[in-house]
């Protein structure tokens, strides 16, 4: 990933409405149990390199299926998906993805658990230990590198989880409700602390939460999903300028779009 000037303008002004496209469905369909569930029909869009799209919709509504076709865990049942240029459908390396529980190794400190993937990869060198105590500091973390998972908060191991997945260089990164387990005060600390993250690195990130401020807050673009079968309804781009600190919450402009988004959703979520 490379070291990014400055991102402190529009979606638009930062040339993504001519950039190729990173991620591209077209009529995206999945369906389980030999067809009975649809999980997702029609699904289409774009993402450009270096956005941040949030999804929400309806618990059910095929979000977190949707990271795994993305992440090449699942297979599509029908239609397109090019990821970085190739069909999707296996793992890469060039995606990594997150989840709501950290799930970290209890019997490995801090920084053991953030060089995991080298470990379990090419093996860890010297150059390894000093990128994974660079992230800890990214993440907020110096300080806590030999602490054990069970000494640390909910949101601390989110950090840690976090400074795992940048350690695997992954260009895409797929978050499926990182901090929905955490408190609302941890939560807007993390999402701040993600977007700094998110401009240092320059990576591309699709975000699932159920919380209509943090996608609006994060997010170049919300994608709103309807319930199952999930479809794309609508696509509200967030025009806020960049950096984003919390006061934007504040703002009219921002409530206007949290509302919009609301409508969108109507009394599904
Ligand atoms: N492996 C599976 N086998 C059968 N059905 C599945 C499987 N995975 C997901 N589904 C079904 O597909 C639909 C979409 O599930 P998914 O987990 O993608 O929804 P979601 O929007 O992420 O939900 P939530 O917000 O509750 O996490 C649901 O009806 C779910 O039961």
Avoid at 71 to 76: E, F, I, P, T, V
Avoid at 149 to 156: A, I
Avoid at 157 to 172: F, H, K, M, P, S
Avoid at 249 to 267: H, P, Q, Y
Wanted: net charge negative.
């Amino acid at each position: 990933m490379n070291v990014k000037p400055d991102m402190t303008i529009a979606r638009s002004e930062r040339g993504m409405d001519t950039a190729p496209a990173i991620i591209e469905a077209r009529n995206l369909g999945m369906t389980f149990a030999g067809g009975s569930v649809v999980a997702l029909e029609d699904v289409n869009f774009d993402v450009k390199p270096g956005e941040f799209i949030s999804l929400i919709g309806p618990s059910g509504c095929g979000k977190s299926t949707l990271l795994r076709l993305v992440a090449g865990l699942l297979r599509r049942s029908g239609g397109q998906m090019e990821v970085l240029g190739k069909s999707a459908g296996t793992p890469r390396e060039e995606i990594g993805m997150m989840f709501q529980k950290p799930t970290l190794l209890a019997w490995k400190n801090v920084l053991d658990n953030v060089i995991l993937p080298k470990t379990l990869t090419t093996g860890a060198t010297d150059k390894d230990h000093i990128k994974a105590l660079e992230l800890l500091h990214l993440v907020g973390l110096e300080g806590f590198e030999f602490s054990y998972p069970n000494q640390l908060s909910g949101g601390m191991q989110q950090r840690v989880a976090l400074a795992r997945l940048l350690n695997t260089g992954a260009e895409i990164l797929l978050l499926d409700e990182p901090f929905g387990a955490l408190d609302e005060f941890t939560r807007e600390r993390l999402n701040v602390e993600l977007l700094r993250i998110q401009r240092d690195l320059q990576a591309t990130i699709l975000f699932v939460t159920h919380n209509i401020q943090e996608a609006v807050f994060l997010a170049d673009r919300v994608f709103v999903m309807t319930p199952r079968p999930g479809r794309l309804t609508e696509i509200v781009e967030v025009d806020l300028p960049r950096p984003r600190d919390i006061s934007i919450t504040k703002t009219e402009a921002f409530n206007n779009l949290a509302f919009k988004v609301r409508d969108i959703l109507g009394a599904s979520i």
